[in-house]
């Protein structure tokens, strides 16, 4: 079965270290998306992709986040100088159409920062 | 804000028991999904609802979206060592490609 694969599984970088997660969404799916799970709080929406650029952000996605799919299938969250609340589980997820939004989830990246 | 409350937080059962977890909101979603999650690992997509009334079932598992589109229900059937873990919602808007509103989640334990 067709799944989401991120990489590493998980990250531990220093304060104001650039980080890049990595993610292969599903194929043929057109819709993409960053979440993030601080421990023991509720998933959170980052910012969604679609058509090669941002279709919506939340307030967490400011201009330390980046996101790009540089070529057909890599999908990457790029955080430019990382802080100590930055540490929490990343989810990646596509969705095939974008209709009622059903979005299929990688394993996630757990992103210590220290 | 669109926020979803679900309801218990917590819930632990005898195996063979009939549990029913909640997901509450003033707003109206255009879908509604149910998602498991283990531990250290990412959400798992269980059914989607889309139309308000709405009733899915999965095995011993049966969703149900509100006619007012603002609340659904997860009520799991005899339930079994199996089903434990934590049990997500999360609605979806209007537009495509937007995005997943989640609630906090239940965590279900069911004992042997």
């Known amino acids: 079965e067709p799944e989401v694969t991120q990489t590493p599984s998980h990250q531990v970088t220093q304060m104001g270290q650039e980080v890049i997660l990595r993610c292969v969404p599903i194929s043929n799916h057109l819709y993409f998306y960053w979440y993030r799970q601080i421990l023991g709080q509720k998933v959170e929406f980052l910012v969604s992709?679609?058509?090669?650029?941002?279709?919506?952000k939340s307030e967490i996605f400011d201009d330390q986040f980046s996101v790009e799919r540089p070529d057909g299938s890599n999908f990457t969250l790029k955080i430019r100088s990382t802080k100590l609340e930055d540490s929490a589980m990343y989810f990646c997820?596509?969705?095939?159409?974008?209709?009622?939004?059903?979005?299929?989830f990688g394993q996630g990246t757990r992103l210590t920062v220290v | 804000t669109q926020l979803l409350e679900q309801s218990p937080q917590f819930l632990s059962i005898q195996e063979g028991e009939n549990l029913t977890v909640y997901c509450n909101s003033s707003?109206?979603?255009?879908?509604l999904q149910w998602y498991r999650q283990e531990p250290g690992e990412g959400p798992v997509l269980l059914v989607t609802v889309v139309t308000g009334g709405e009733v899915k079932k999965l095995k011993r598992l049966t969703f149900q979206f509100g006619d007012a589109r603002k609340d659904s229900s997860l009520h799991i059937t005899a339930a079994q060592p199996g089903d434990t873990g934590l049990y997500l919602c999360a609605g979806g808007r209007d537009n495509a490609g937007n995005m997943l509103t989640f609630g906090g989640g239940t965590r279900l334990m069911v004992k042997p």
């Open positions: 707003s109206v979603f255009s879908s």
């Open positions: 992709f679609y058509n090669n650029e941002i279709s919506e």
């Open positions: 997820a596509s969705d095939p159409q974008g209709l009622n939004t059903e979005a299929f």
